[in-house]
């Protein structure tokens, strides 16, 4: 609301204050939510904000406006930059942004956009309600596609029978229209090659479906308009009743009834499981009877709608609130359970006890865990009832680093390791400081297989030979392409304790220090370490963290290079003797972008003065006394 104040301000104001105060107000909204929100909320803000801007714009023929509204989202800009720049950098460098060099896959892309089909979700919820499978209340139902409001499109049509459409309001169909066509993403680009080409930039802040934001804004608008028209004419003689929107209505129920207990349930049931390769046929059936319920609650809603509109014509009193309160309910049927999954006691969303793997390598602080065992781990005081061991944060909570977890935006890196399945491979992960995994406790044991810990659902193993997070290996080979490097730690012979693997071909050599190398842990922190290093000829240390843009080496205080090694670490060519290194990290953008923000505020707070400052002079040259006239007192 206070994005949307600014722009109007901006764009209506009158004379250059009031205009410079929208400006700053948009600037003020903005540059909260980039220093203190998330991104895609930012990006949201930004395209409803536009779509006013330039609704205005026309509206008011105040074009030459719109570069004071773009100062204003440039000034909010600098203001955010402490935060929105070190973002956008490290999206650069992520799996977002198609950071191996072949651009984003067509699958990520595909999973932000819709497919024709949920189009028919934006008036009826339940259409194509088999996407997902969720809980709500104890009972498994499917998500669905966002939804508009089957009554609020209905009154945003009653405006287009009931009145001349303005200008404004045709710029508003246009916004719904667009608004919908491009949330297909993907589905669209493959049949226009230009929209294909935005689509791996909407698909970095995950808008692609969610550009639907500019529809649901203007089917509010669109509805409030045509609830205004259509209530506000009273015929002079009562028209003659018609039939056929009762007769579509009826068809509609007992369509409805067809697909949910009928003879449609089976044609059902075999277009969502032919829509989604794997549905159960069980989960297809339910799908069924939520879209036929769903269809008939439509008719429902929409012959209650009619006749409390007709009623409303007459001047009924209770006819207005009555129209309010079936929106409302029209809408709560899709919100009610989002809320409801939502609530609870604090203790649903709070970490639960660690898992046996957990517990046994936070003994070891100097290893890492993978998490090989694929049965969830059931958890009665989680509100989800159960979760999955690899796809959660909870080992920062626990205290224990693991080679998964879940991230949005994973390191691009990453994205080389799932395509060629490294984690499959026992020596890739000690190369990565794994030294514990977990089975499925239903997996049958090698022969001579002893696990270290085990409880009813998993088993915890040590990976033999396994290195940890910091060691010395005494050879580096350095190879031309990324591809050259990943077969080299797929072959049977690769022992990470032996050889460590890089692009970086000024790191390559032998280590013979590295035989007899000691290193000791003096500190461990997520943003710096510090080892001692002794050893009696020159060597190698691999230290097995995530190597990213920002990290800096110093060996006793001097700068040292680090070399990228084994696809996604660190590694560090230590001299002779006893040394300490430290490695120490820094966002990158963050001094720039904090620099950038506090400029910025110094500007906001000049021109804000400033224009306080002018009002007040105004207002006492307003209240002075003209020459020549009698004050009283």
């Not at 294909?196 to 509010?220: E, K, M, N, Q, T």
């Not at 890492?368 to 061991?389: D, H, I, K, N, T």
Request: aromatic share 10%; hydrophobic share 55%; charged share 15%.
């Amino acid at each position: 609301p206070v994005v949307l104040l600014g722009t109007h301000v901006a764009i209506t104001g009158k004379g250059p204050r009031t205009m410079l105060l929208g400006a700053l107000t948009l600037a003020t909204g903005f540059a909260l939510q980039a220093l203190h929100g998330h991104p895609q909320i930012l990006v949201y803000s930004a395209m409803l904000a536009a779509a006013f801007a330039l609704q205005l714009a026309i509206e008011h023929r105040a074009f030459a406006r719109l570069l004071v509204w773009a100062g204003g989202v440039g000034l909010s800009a600098a203001l955010g930059a402490a935060v929105w720049y070190p973002a956008l950098l490290y999206s650069a460098d992520s799996s977002r942004s198609g950071a191996e060099g072949a651009g984003i896959p067509l699958a990520v892309v595909a999973k932000y956009s819709y497919a024709w089909r949920d189009l028919l979700s934006l008036v009826w919820a339940q259409a194509v309600g088999f996407g997902r499978d969720t809980y709500w209340g104890g009972m498994q139902v499917e998500d669905n596609a966002p939804y508009l409001g089957a009554l609020a499109v209905a009154l945003a049509f009653a405006g287009l029978r009931r009145a001349r459409v303005s200008a404004g309001a045709w710029f508003w169909w246009g916004v719904l229209v667009a608004g919908a066509l491009l949330a297909l993403g993907a589905t669209l680009g493959a049949m226009f090659a230009v929209i294909h080409d935005v689509v791996p930039f909407w698909s970095r802040f995950r808008v692609v479906s969610y550009v639907i934001l500019w529809s649901v804004v203007a089917v509010g608008l669109l509805a409030a308009r045509g609830t205004s028209r259509a209530i506000a004419i009273r015929p002079a003689a009562p028209a003659p009743p018609q039939r056929w929107p009762w007769l579509a209505l009826g068809a509609m129920a007992a369509l409805g009834l067809a697909i949910a207990f009928g003879p449609l349930r089976t044609v059902y049931v075999d277009y969502a499981m032919a829509a989604r390769s794997g549905l159960a046929f069980d989960a297809a059936g339910r799908a069924a009877r939520w879209a036929g319920m769903g269809l008939m609650t439509l008719a429902l809603s929409w012959s209650a709608l009619r006749w409390a509109l007709h009623h409303a014509r007459l001047g009924r009193g209770w006819a207005r609130p009555m129209i309010v309160a079936l929106v409302a309910l029209d809408l709560a049927g899709v919100i009610a359970p989002a809320l409801w999954r939502a609530s609870g006691a604090p203790t649903g969303v709070q970490p639960p006890p660690a898992t046996v793997l957990a517990q046994v390598a936070a003994k070891a602080p100097y290893t890492r865990v993978y998490v090989g065992a694929a049965e969830p781990v059931p958890a009665p005081g989680l509100a989800m009832g159960r979760y999955s061991e690899a796809y959660t944060n909870f080992w920062i909570s626990w205290r224990v680093r693991a080679l998964v977890g879940n991230h949005g935006a994973y390191p691009g890196a990453w994205g080389a390791v799932i395509q060629s399945g490294l984690t499959r491979s026992s020596a890739a992960l000690r190369a990565w400081g794994v030294q514990w995994y977990d089975t499925d406790r239903s997996a049958p044991l090698a022969p001579g297989e002893t696990p270290e810990a085990q409880d009813a659902r998993s088993r915890v193993h040590r990976l033999a030979d396994a290195p940890g997070r910091a060691y010395a290996v005494p050879l580096v080979v350095s190879f031309a392409q990324r591809a050259q490097l990943i077969a080299a730690m797929q072959q049977a012979g690769f022992d990470p304790s032996f050889a460590a693997v890089t692009l970086d071909a000024a790191a390559a050599g032998e280590y013979p220090g590295s035989r007899g190398c000691a290193i000791r842990w003096v500190r461990d922190d997520p943003e710096g370490l510090e080892l001692e290093v002794a050893a009696q000829d020159r060597a190698f240390v691999v230290v097995a963290d995530s190597d990213a843009p920002g990290w800096t080496a110093t060996i006793d205080g001097n700068p040292a290079g680090i070399s990228p090694v084994n696809l996604m670490v660190r590694g560090v060519a230590m001299p002779a003797g006893r040394h300490t290194l430290v490695m120490t990290h820094a966002t990158p953008g963050v001094a720039l972008g904090t620099s950038v923000t506090r400029l910025a505020l110094a500007l906001w707070t000049l021109l804000a003065l400033g224009s306080v400052v002018v009002q007040l002079r105004r207002r006492q040259s307003g209240s002075a006394p003209r020459p020549g006239t009698l004050q009283a007192g």
